[in-house]
């Protein structure tokens, strides 16, 4: 080693003191020889690898990694403890490298990862492997060689192999099949209950984002059951009716149960998936097709759906009614079962079912085509940034419901007909009922509203998720 090297790289060879001062310079800021957390936070930022985390992510990170480096607490980190840091975390990755590496060639291919997640309980198919291998292979070889797994963590906090397998599989916002089925979990990590985690984290979310957008959901139902040619509702007339009616107070009328049933519908989901997915696991191989998760999705979510439905009754009901009618969620349950029978707790629910599936389909197509839309345009980035997923997730939540929503409007009319009194149509009469006395864009009354609660909708979900995932330290998007 040269003796003019600066102070921290005599214990490092001349190549390697030479990329560790110019990445500890990249993170000086100020260039004032010392590193704070403001000046890591920033420069993570720029980092292509952090492009697609949140600022709350990047903080997370660069809390992590300052308390591993700052070893006398003083608030900065030198350059000799930036070499030390380094040369200690490199050290590690290079065994989990090496762990991965099976048959010792010096690279990782697609079956290597494989068969390294399938030892940790993580059962992957090809296609995820590729896309996982993707993230690192700067080189384009379709392997990792051991520059590309160093560079791609070497600001990751953790060496441990299974921490960076859950990061490398778990450290991105993706809206896509992931919204749609339930996540998958290793073993270690059911028992160490980050599961739970995810699901409150994801309850939370939904909470808050059906709170906020409530006054905008009882519109929509107002609208759908009681706007017709003969009284047209627009958006004021319906938002100035329901105040006028109820107050300020009365536009979150029935968000509490709307709330309510997160937590049994996630929890039932969660559950009737781990179970059904394993029906299609290979028996050899014990990896599931992408078509598979997304048919064990549908079906856990028509486990839940049939399960929580009458609460998605009641919901609708006390959206619908008008003030003292009811004084809160079991009155209405009683009543409603008194007046209208046990069997209307179900009303709706077939037109609900049959939407799951196209639904989830739609939602699904529409947002891997624009995912790979942005592959086309961008082919130098790996992973598409936090806000274009966002829009990703509105989009082709939007067509979604745009191709589903009178399957919607008639699952909403027939749950409210105890209310409307009237005959009892089947939901193909309906349909046709309105059609025939509406016209086709009768099947899509209140469908503004809808759609103008979906980017809101979208961007809380987001934002909650991720501070509560940070409080319950879940280092999952």
């Known amino acids: 080693m040269s003796s003019s090297a600066p102070e921290g790289q005599e214990s490092v060879s001349e190549e390697e003191g030479t990329r560790y001062l110019e990445l500890f310079e990249k993170l000086d800021v100020n260039k004032d020889g010392k590193v704070d957390i403001e000046d890591l936070s920033r420069s993570l930022r720029e980092m292509e ?47 989990a490298f090496h762990k991965l590496d099976e048959n ?23 296609e995820e492997a590729m896309k996982l291998l993707h993230r690192m292979d700067k080189d384009k070889t379709l392997k990792i060689n051991w520059d590309e797994w160093r560079d791609y963590l070497t600001f990751h906090p953790n060496s441990d192999l299974h921490d960076i397998v859950h990061y490398w599989r778990h450290g991105f916002i993706d809206f896509g099949e992931d919204r749609l089925v339930p996540d998958d979990f290793t073993e270690e990590e059911m028992q160490e209950g980050v599961w739970w985690r995810h699901l409150v984290a994801g309850g939370a979310a939904g909470g808050l984002s059906r709170t906020v957008t409530a006054p905008i959901d009882r519109l929509k139902v107002l609208l759908q059951v009681y706007s017709t040619n003969q009284n047209k509702l627009g958006v004021y007339s319906g938002f100035k009716q329901l105040y006028r009616e109820g107050g300020a107070r009365g536009l979150w009328r029935g968000n509490g149960i709307n709330v309510l049933k997160i937590a049994p519908e996630s929890a039932i989901k969660f559950m009737a998936y781990e179970q059904i997915k394993r029906s299609f696991k290979d028996p050899y191989s014990g990896e599931i097709a992408p078509v598979h998760r997304f048919i064990s999705g549908s079906l856990a979510g028509a486990v839940a759906q049939t399960i929580i439905y009458p609460m998605e009754v009641i919901k609708t009901r006390l959206a619908l009614g008008r003030t003292g009618e009811y004084s809160g969620i079991v009155d209405c349950v009683s009543k409603v079962v008194k007046h209208d029978g046990g069997m209307s707790l179900y009303r ?6 049959v939407g799951i599936l196209p639904y989830a389909g739609i939602d699904l197509f529409i947002y891997e085509t624009l995912k790979s839309k942005h592959k086309a345009w961008y082919p130098d980035h790996q992973d598409p940034s936090i806000i274009f997923l966002l829009f990703c997730g509105a989009t082709s939540c939007s067509f979604g419901q745009l191709c589903t929503y009178p399957l919607a409007l008639i699952r909403t009319k027939l749950q409210a007909k105890g209310k409307l009194g009237g005959k009892k149509d089947s939901w193909i009469g309906l349909g046709r009922t309105i059609v025939k006395e509406e016209g086709f864009l009768g099947l899509y009354r209140g469908i503004i509203p809808n759609f103008a609660k979906v980017l809101p909708a979208v961007s809380i979900s987001y934002v909650t998720y991720e501070h509560v995932r940070k409080l319950l330290g879940v280092d999952m998007s």
């Open 348 to 353: 709706g629910y077939l037109p609900n079912l």
């Open 49 to 95: 690898s952090f492009e697609k985390h949140s600022w709350d992510q990047v903080q997370d990170h660069a809390k992590k990694i300052f308390d591993r480096t700052d070893l006398d607490k003083d608030g900065h980190i030198t350059f000799k403890e930036f070499v030390r840091y380094l040369s200690e975390h490199e050290k590690e990755l290079k065994l």
């Open 104 to 126: 010792r060639d010096g690279v990782i291919d697609s079956h290597e990862i494989q068969a390294s997640f399938r030892k940790l309980g993580i059962h992957i198919d090809r």
